[in-house]
Nanobody, 119 residues
């Protein structure tokens, strides 16, 4: 079983930066896809970015120029660098993982970390 634990959330003013981390107990397989999602109160969950084990990345248009997804395979850790934060970025942020480069129907989820951006 893969366990994911997010950290790095907090409160920041608009224009600021945060880096989220997601520590995985192990990767789901030698080939995998990991992603960041967020969900604000009353809104649907939104996929922000994904990265495969061979480094292919994909971003939602809403964050493409501001957020960067990265992974440290030696540490089994996924990151999300968030710059130029806006109040509308306020949400619970989750990481997810799946095997075999399946960047959809994620099987493993973390508990989330809260990000609050004030104006």
């Amino acid at each position: 079983q893969v366990q994911l634990v997010e950290s790095g959330g907090g409160s920041v003013q608009a224009g600021g930066s945060l880096r989220l981390s997601c520590a995985a107990s192990k990767y789901p397989y030698s080939t995998f896809c990991m992603a960041w999602f967020r969900q604000a109160p009353g809104k649907e969950r939104e996929e922000l970015a994904s990265i495969t084990s061979d480094g292919r990345t994909r971003y939602a248009d809403s964050v493409k120029s501001r957020f960067t997804i990265a992974q440290d395979n030696a540490k089994n850790t996924l990151y999300l660098q968030m710059n130029s934060l806006k109040p509308e970025d306020t949400a619970m942020y989750y990481c997810a993982a799946n095997s075999f480069w399946k960047c959809y129907d994620y099987k493993f989820w973390g508990q989330g970390t809260q990000v609050t951006v004030s104006s």
